[in-house]
Antibody, heavy 119, light 109 residues
């Protein structure tokens, strides 16, 4: 059974930093593009970032580019999102998700971790 | 990277059909076959129900169907059931980013 478990969320002040982790199991992690998708309270889904299987390529939504970095450790079956210069509008549940192999849709999702940016 | 446009809400009685539109541009929905749909019940994780415009993953009832014409994709739910009451989001690949729709709340009357 595929499991994606996010951790690292919490309360952080505006301008602060936070690192999210997604631990994957039940799949060949190194075969998947991985993504972070977020959902602000009561709002819709927003794609945040992608990273290629070998970590050599990544993409970001405009609103986080330059503030967030995405990385992975295939030996640890883990995905990371390092967030800097956090803003109130970054408050959301952050989900990690797999992009189906050789496809362009999100097939497995974690339960999400809540990030709250507030003073 | 503007969100795809969906109606905020649609409703129908049990057994009826409802359709949800998802309007993008020639840079996303109109450019790629990579349109997917996700169902999200309150407090739950999104679940893939349609990919590649009209393909259903294993286990998804054939009451759910998808289509696309030009810059607009659509999800149709036939034979509406109580458990279909949820939020639905479309999503399109757009070159390197992905873009989600604004979301539609389906209410079963």
């Amino acid at each position: 059974e595929v499991q994606l478990v996010e951790s690292g969320g919490g309360l952080v002040q505006p301008g602060g930093s936070l690192r999210l982790t997604c631990a994957a199991s039940g799949l060949t992690f190194s075969s998947y593009w991985m993504s972070w998708v977020r959902q602000a309270p009561g709002k819709g889904l927003e794609w945040v970032a992608n990273i290629r299987q070998d970590g050599g390529e990544n993409f970001f939504v405009d609103s986080v580019r330059g503030r967030f970095t995405i990385s992975r450790d295939n030996a640890k079956n883990s995905l990371y999102l390092q967030m800097h210069s956090l803003r109130a509008e970054d408050t959301a549940v952050y989900y990690c998700a797999t992009i189906a192999v050789a496809q362009s849709f999100f097939d497995y999702w974690g339960q999400g971790t809540l990030v709250t940016v507030s003073s | 990277q503007s969100a795809l446009t969906q109606p905020p809400s649609v409703s129908g009685s049990p057994g009826q059909s409802v359709a949800i539109s998802c309007t993008g541009t020639s840079s996303d929905v109109g450019a790629y076959k990579d349109v997917s749909w996700y169902q999200q019940h309150p407090g739950k994780v999104p679940k893939l129900i349609i990919h590649d415009v009209n393909k259903r993953p294993s286990g998804v009832p054939d009451r759910f169907s998808g289509s696309k014409s030009g810059n607009t994709a659509s999800l149709t739910i036939s034979g509406l059931q109580a458990d279909d009451e949820a939020d639905y989001y479309c999503c399109s690949y757009a070159g390197s980013p992905y873009v989600f729709g604004t979301g539609t709340k389906v209410t079963v009357l």
